[in-house]
């Protein structure tokens, strides 16, 4: 036998005394459902994301009550807008009988207890696919205008807010706009309203089956502008610093699972609390990666959630999320 005092597994050998040491907790409370609406009166599977839906606004009213007894308490919504309401304005992103205040109200009428998120960005809404307003130039080039950009964001969470709201979510990436939205519910009387900004949300190759479920991906050129560089930690932190003397309420990285470190480093860098976005191309490669059958789908999620709650995650979006509930509440 080897003289060895100190043995780690001691703390390992049975489940009573796993559950003991473990560390991390997941439970269908931490998690928010991202879903999908759009103007038809049916619910259509959606290709591009196996397993997920989007929903007439009746469809995700009974849906939601699914939710809320699955234990999930926070959607948020986005909208697959016609083309035929696109424009290179994005004006219909403003419409107050839109299709997401209508239903944000339907919601609240039928499923008081769920809490509503939307996401504030033009990029279902402009015919462009672009999250902002696009200038394109004589000699060819575009660019994506920031600060005209801005102001149509914090009207559009004013419609969102006007119609009940809890948390605006902006995805845009533009500068200010956490401030200039804050600023604009401010003086609508609607402080009580949350702001969730997307602090570090990187130009990544995961948003393709998301893109696929709203068809806007955009018609020329990439994000690259205005969405961070994969490379970049350091310039992550800096977007924190100022999301947070912004006044955001919650700070947010996405993707999740490829930029844990950078889900760590927030951690340690301001007090908010920190939403992390698994999103559909991390979704989609473990939906891709189960059907093959050499992936246990249900013990892969359940790991890749603890891994992104382990590195600093207070609350995880998801396309899991309600697949996820049942077996955290199977467990229980
Ligand atoms: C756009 C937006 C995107 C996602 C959320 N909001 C796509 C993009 O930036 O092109 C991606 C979410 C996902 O892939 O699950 N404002």
Redesign the pocket.
């Known amino acids: 036998m080897m003289h060895l005092p100190i043995r780690p597994r001691r703390n390992r050998k049975s489940a009573n005394i796993r559950e003991l040491i473990c560390e991390t907790s997941i439970s269908p409370k931490h998690l928010i459902y991202?879903v999908f609406i759009h103007e038809g009166d049916d619910n259509q599977p959606i290709s591009s994301l196996p397993g997920c839906t989007r929903w007439s606004i009746p469809g995700l009213v009974e849906e939601a009550k699914r939710l809320v007894d699955l234990g999930i308490r926070t959607i948020d919504l986005?909208p697959a807008i016609p083309d035929s309401k696109k424009t290179p304005d994005a004006i219909e992103a403003l419409n107050p009988e839109g299709l997401v205040p209508r239903a944000i109200y339907a919601l609240k009428d039928a499923v008081p207890d769920l809490t509503i998120m939307t996401?504030v960005?033009l990029?279902?809404y402009n015919s462009d696919g672009h999250?902002g307003l696009v200038e394109f130039r004589a000699d060819g080039t575009m660019e994506i205008l920031n600060d005209d950009t801005v102001e149509i964001l914090c009207q559009q969470a004013l419609c969102h807010a006007d119609a009940g709201a809890d948390i605006i979510s902006p995805?845009?990436m533009m500068d200010g706009r956490v401030a200039a939205i804050r600023a604009t519910l401010d003086s609508e009387a609607l402080d009580d309203v949350s702001i969730m900004a997307?602090t570090a949300?990187y130009a990544?190759a995961?948003?393709?089956?998301?893109?696929g479920a709203l068809e806007?991906?955009?018609k020329s050129g990439d994000?690259k502008t205005y969405?961070m560089d994969p490379a970049n930690i350091r310039e992550a932190m800096r977007e924190a610093q100022l999301d947070e003397a912004e006044g955001a309420d919650i700070l947010m990285v996405?993707?999740a699972s490829i930029y844990l470190d950078v889900i760590a480093a927030m951690r340690n860098h301001v007090t908010l609390p920190i939403a992390a976005?698994h999103?559909?191309?991390e979704?989609l490669m473990i939906k891709s990666a189960a059907a093959s059958g050499w992936l246990n789908e249900k013990a892969t999620v359940l790991e890749t959630l603890t891994s992104i709650r382990r590195a600093g995650a207070d609350m995880i979006l998801t396309?899991y999320a309600p697949q996820a509930a049942e077996w955290l509440n199977e467990l229980r």
């Open positions: 991202p986005f996401d960005a990029d279902p999250d995805s845009d997307y949300k990544s995961l948003y393709g089956p998301f893109r806007s991906a955009p994000k969405q996405k993707p976005y999103v559909s191309g979704y396309y």
